[in-house]
């Protein structure tokens, strides 16, 4: 198949959970097929990230689009009722770009990722596949959730317009994917089930035990410009070490990942390590004796969790995360839903090396056995190719019906 990838965002370095999925999805698609990248990007994209991408794909186009324009979008789309992060995204030297470059490559199919990229395709009459990622209008309630004042208006008017978005999707693409069932679930759409479910997967050969020095107690990993890791980092900090501390004053904590807050920096004490971004974050993993992921919003799998099971650490998270997960709870990963209960795991865990081993190697097991990159990729391509045996897009099929 020649399969024309559309992606809201260059899909390297490998900081933000979109780009991983993207970039492994790609890498699969790429060993039976010809795939075709097209991407919009606010910032330069350096010729050395575009390399990384190079063996995999036929082409490659990537529109820069000025964050200036895309701020105007967003004023645009508020005052039109529509998604502002899909105006963030969308332009018209964008959408002239990419019609150029889809007529160039006569794909026989279209996948585009996440509702961001639906302006760009949605007239085409190539049959394609939209992938939802995660349910972005639950990740944006929850989020909503936890705000006040003008944000939290904001995001009140974002999440309505996503749910009415997501709905959307529905008629324009001929098949939609997602990450998991929990986000499945939480599309606002009788036909939910039918979205197909292509989990993300794990890079086994590059995230595997290593034997470091265990500098830290407890480590937290993530890009921690993304605001459901800040405010993670912000209740592990303010909530729940406090209560670890009264029990074992020395505990230490890491907080490592790219592009820190100034609220993420702030929380750095005699006690707590942020260290920003770092140049192998499998280091980090391994310097700690276990993973802590209190979620409190956001949505989707997350890959910290898969990628700390796969190095054999034991986790501690919450059931936001867990749900998407499926792992057992007690034997493949401890949940905790309050500051008590999570800082009870934590202390249980760093009292017993025994109960610490136990987790992580059932850990390991459940996540080598149900989560690869190859298995994720042979299920979406397989999605891929049912849509171009079945015919012409519903866009076609519509706009012949009306002809």
Excluded at 53 to 58: H, M
Excluded at 115 to 132: C, I
Aim: aromatic letters at 10%; proline letters at 5%; hydrophobic letters at 40%.
């Amino acid at each position: 198949m020649k399969i024309l990838v559309i992606l809201p965002r260059f899909p390297y370095p490998l900081e933000k959970g979109d780009k991983l999925r993207a970039y492994y999805q790609i890498k699969e698609l790429s060993k039976h097929n010809e795939v075709y990248l097209f991407c919009v990007s606010h910032t330069r994209v350096l010729p050395e990230h575009i390399e990384q991408l190079k063996p995999y794909c036929q082409d490659i186009k990537v529109v820069h689009s000025p964050r200036l324009v895309n701020y105007k979008n967003v004023v645009r789309n508020y005052l039109r009722t529509k998604s502002l992060q899909i105006g963030y995204w969308d332009s018209m030297k964008a959408r002239r770009s990419y019609k150029k470059f889809e007529k160039q490559v006569k794909p026989d199919v279209l996948y585009s990722q996440m509702v961001r990229t639906m302006p760009l395709v949605s007239r085409s009459p190539v049959p394609k596949v939209m992938d939802f990622q995660d349910a972005l209008s639950m990740n944006t309630e929850r989020r909503m959730e936890l705000s006040r004042g003008l944000w939290r208006y904001i995001l009140h008017f974002e999440f309505k317009m996503l749910r009415s978005t997501e709905y959307n999707a529905f008629k324009i693409f001929d098949a939609l994917t997602i990450i998991s069932e929990n986000d499945s679930e939480a599309i606002p759409h009788r036909k939910n089930g039918d979205i197909i479910v292509v989990p993300n997967g794990v890079d086994f050969d590059y995230f595997q035990p290593m034997e470091r020095e265990k500098k830290y107690d407890i480590v937290f990993c993530g890009n921690m410009h993304y605001e459901p890791n800040v405010n993670a980092s912000r209740y592990l900090v303010g909530k729940v070490m406090p209560l670890v501390w009264r029990e074992i004053p020395e505990a230490t904590l890491l907080l490592a990942g790219a592009f820190p807050k100034n609220k993420v920096s702030r929380l750095a004490s005699e006690r707590v390590t942020v260290t920003g971004f770092v140049d192998d974050i499998r280091e980090s993993y391994a310097s700690a004796r276990i993973f802590a992921a209190p979620m409190q919003t956001g949505s989707g799998l997350q890959n910290k969790l898969l990628e700390a099971m796969a190095m054999r650490l034991p986790c501690v998270t919450t059931s936001i995360a867990n749900d998407s997960l499926h792992a057992e709870e007690g034997r493949e990963v401890l949940v905790g839903n309050t500051p008590q209960e999570f800082a009870a795991h934590i202390v249980s865990l760093l009292r017993n090396e025994q109960q610490r081993n136990a987790l992580a190697e059932n850990g390991n097991d459940f996540v080598t056995s149900r989560y690869s990159w190859e298995t994720a990729g042979e299920k979406l391509e397989e999605v891929l190719r049912n849509v171009v045996l079945a015919g012409p897009s519903k866009v076609a099929y519509e706009r012949n019906n009306r002809e």
